[in-house]
């Protein structure tokens, strides 16, 4: 692996000046080189899943070409070497979030498995019937149902915590829905709808100052955000391999290594275990006890070499690149008739939600399609944030790194297609 | 680009999609049932009337959704009204059949009834359309066979359209 990454992370620090070098970084992605329907590929769903650059792809062909097999059992040099790579990448995951140790970094299979094991094994481990859990109302599915599931099980008590009618969350909605009987906070770091950043330090520090461990679904927000676990001070950090330009079926859990120790296991299986009799099985430390079975191996190391993708390229700076496609975006839709932007909060990233009078969101998307512009039509996941916003649905046109202004004014040109069409 | 989206939006559809008829509940149907499509959101009921001789006197919707489901509903109840239940069956058979492509299935449908939905059939360049296309008349279908409830997602029967298959009508 070191050859590898030393590779990849080499090749794109040759681009890397103190402004983000957008042309070249797009040349990474093979992907956007296509046409769809006749026209150049304009990506704009990337908070669904970033589309990968090459040095990944390259690395993952190059592990199942040279280095692949199972990992911590062999004892024969393919085995070692893959769960050398496999554990690196467990060490560049711990780097991407700056947790204190790599024993803090579980690798799931998605962004959803890892809230669903904090739900299944903190749950079961340390909530009881009224203990509650406080989400919010902007929350993605995935972090609302697993907590209905706990609910249905253990008879814990679901509170939600209102957003304002922008999008934005203040701390205040926080203070009016916890309680002395919370006992966490389950909530999104940024709005896969809006694209509202949340305040994850006030949160934590409030959520702390009542007892109540912090649970951040950051699968929007680690891909666009510098995330520090220790400097925002959260319990468990979720996020996912696919939204940062890593491979799917690979996402990450950190968590306080004092709370993953004193967890119960998740699933069961091999590799989390330590002496299996038919009487008592005795299980591995963190993370292995939460890692059952053959865990993703290269989907995992993918991931790795795409986080350090993205500190090659630097996080800073394409975080400002995005801020201001994203303002351009604000400032083009914005001075469109009939259309309304959706999720203005003043601290928001990287996605455009919308509506247009009289034209339904999938008949948008539709007619942009045919214009190459990718963009994602529906209620993403969050039907409880539509009904709070009281919309069916919405066009929503989402950044990655390789987005540009070009872009947005083809999704604009786009736009007038429609009005043509619906008038 | 222009040809296809011409076709699915013709002028009949964004006219019965921005004024539907027979829109809003019936006072006394017989058979009613709700149907969505979990993928989108789109939610429909469809109201029944249904008499003794299994001929389907009074049909209504209500529900939001895209043009291509409203104006879809919209003309399935102009044209489901006098008819059996045994020809509404036949004439959704084919219309299913118009949707996806193939055109078989749906003996007994007059060739009129269906030449008044065919302007939907532009969908069919739009696989992951069809099921706003279909929406209402799986829902009319529960109504009458007195479920309740419907899905696009939960019901084999309803998925209506096949799998899109790569690069078909993605590719040019």
Known sequence: ?423 | MTDDLRELYQEVILEHGRHPRNFGPLDHPTHAAHGHNPLCGDQIDVFVTVDEAGVIRDVSFRGRGCAISVASASLMTEVLRGKTEAEARALFESFQGMCTGREEGGMGASEEDVERLRPLSGVRQFPVRVKCATLAWHTLKAAIEGRGEVSTEEDEDAAGAPAPTPGQSHDE
Not at chain 1, 53 to 79: C, I, K, W
Not at chain 1, 239 to 266: Q, S, W
Not at chain 1, 329 to 350: C, D, F, H, Y
Not at chain 1, 373 to 397: E, F, I, W
């Open chain 1, 1 to 423: 692996m070191n050859e590898l990454a030393g590779r990849t992370a080499a090749e794109a620090r040759g681009g890397a000046s103190r402004t983000f070098d957008v042309a070249r970084a797009r040349a990474d992605f093979p992907i956007l080189k296509r046409e769809v329907h006749g026209h150049p590929l304009v990506y704009l769903d990337s908070a669904a899943s970033a589309q990968k650059p090459r040095q990944v792809l390259d690395a993952m062909r190059e592990v199942y070409e040279t280095s692949y097999a199972n990992v911590h059992r062999g004892v024969y040099y393919l085995s070692e070497r893959a769960t050398a790579l496999y554990e690196e990448a467990r060490e560049k995951a711990r780097r991407f979030v700056n947790a204190r140790s790599r024993h803090e970094i579980v690798f799931t299979k998605g962004g959803t498995e890892a809230i669903n094991l904090v739900a299944a094994s903190y749950g079961r481990g340390f909530l009881k019937a009224g203990d509650e859990v406080v989400v919010s109302e902007l929350e993605h599915h995935s972090n609302i149902v697993p907590w209905q599931i706990l609910r249905e099980s253990a008879g814990i008590v679901l509170k939600v915590a209102r957003i304002e009618d922008d999008g934005d969350f203040r701390p205040e909605a926080l203070e009016r829905a916890i309680t002395p009987r919370t006992r966490l906070v389950a909530i999104s770091h940024m709005s896969n709808v809006l694209g509202t950043v949340l305040p994850a330090k006030e949160i934590v520090a409030i959520a702390h100052a009542h007892g109540a461990k912090v649970l951040l679904d950051g699968c929007q927000a680690a891909v666009h955000l510098s995330v520090d676990v220790q400097e925002i001070g959260c319990d468990f950090y979720a996020f996912t391999g696919h939204k940062v330009y890593g491979p799917n079926a690979i996402g990450v859990l950190y968590g306080r290594e004092d709370l993953l120790a004193a967890m119960p296991p998740y699933q069961g299986g091999g590799e989390m275990i330590k002496l299996v009799t038919f009487e008592k099985t005795t299980f591995a430390d963190p993370p292995a006890k939460f890692e059952a079975g053959t865990p993703p191996i290269v989907p995992a190391i993918g991931l790795g070499v795409a986080l350090d993708y993205l500190e090659s390229l630097g996080r800073e700076r394409i975080a400002r690149h995005e801020a201001e496609v994203l303002a351009y975006g604000m400032e083009r839709l914005g001075r469109i008739n009939r259309l309304r932007l959706v999720g203005t909060a003043p601290s928001k990233a990287s996605v455009l939600s919308f509506v247009l009078d009289e034209v339904h969101p999938h008949d948008v998307a539709t007619v942009l399609d045919r214009a190459g512009v990718a963009v994602r039509a529906g209620h993403h996941c969050a039907q409880p944030l539509m009904q709070r916003l009281g919309l069916a649905a919405t066009v929503r046109a989402s950044l990655g790194l390789y987005s540009t202004r070009s872009d947005i004014d083809a999704l604009v040109a786009a736009l007038d297609r429609v009005k043509e069409i619906f008038g």
